[in-house]
């Protein structure tokens, strides 16, 4: 594995403890950074060089301050993030959230399975192909 990490967008504390189980059975946990609202993962992403943007955002779509769709609108209009992959892992089905979410250029969308094998799973195919498999576009110089 090479050493791009994950950025894990989640306010539930119960989900994220099941995606750290996850990914920790995976051996991916040491890549991950979480934070808990889509303020923080706006300010997260703003602040790094292209160079150091995560390999993969694993975005809810029910979020405090900033919701899913929002993080994502402003992630797809600046030329630093629009190509970033952007995961969305929500427990929501709902076709409009599907929608809007591949409207607004999400990358994938999964539902979060309610069995915790079938969970952990999920999320390490999520790391394997998000960080061992997919080939991200070249990254853009910073403009200051």
């Known amino acids: ?13 119960d989900d994220q403890v099941l995606v750290m189980r ?5 051996n991916f946990m040491d ?9 923080a993962a706006l300010d997260y992403l703003f602040a790094r060089d292209p160079g ?11 979020l405090p ?3 899913g769709l929002e993080v994502l609108q402003r992630l797809r209009a600046d030329e630093r993030t629009q190509f970033l992959p952007v995961v969305m892992l929500t427990s929501s089905d709902e076709e409009r959230d599907i929608n809007a979410s591949y409207d607004l250029g999400i990358n994938s969308y999964i539902c979060k399975p309610v069995d915790f094998v079938r969970f952990a799973e999920a999320v390490r195919r ?18 200051r």
């Not at 996850?22 to 995976?26: E, G, I, Q, R, Y």
């Not at 890549?31 to 303020?39: C, E, I, P, S």
């Open 1 to 13: 594995m090479n050493d791009k990490t994950i950025l894990l967008v989640e306010d539930n504390s």
């Open 22 to 26: 996850a990914f920790k059975k995976s």
């Open 31 to 39: 890549k991950v950074v979480v934070v808990r609202d889509g303020a």
């Open 52 to 62: 150091e943007m995560p390999g993969v955002v694993l975005l809810d779509l029910k």
């Open 65 to 67: 301050k900033v919701n």
């Open 126 to 143: 999520l790391g394997v192909y998000w960080l061992a498999l997919n080939v991200a576009p070249p990254q853009k110089k910073r403009v």
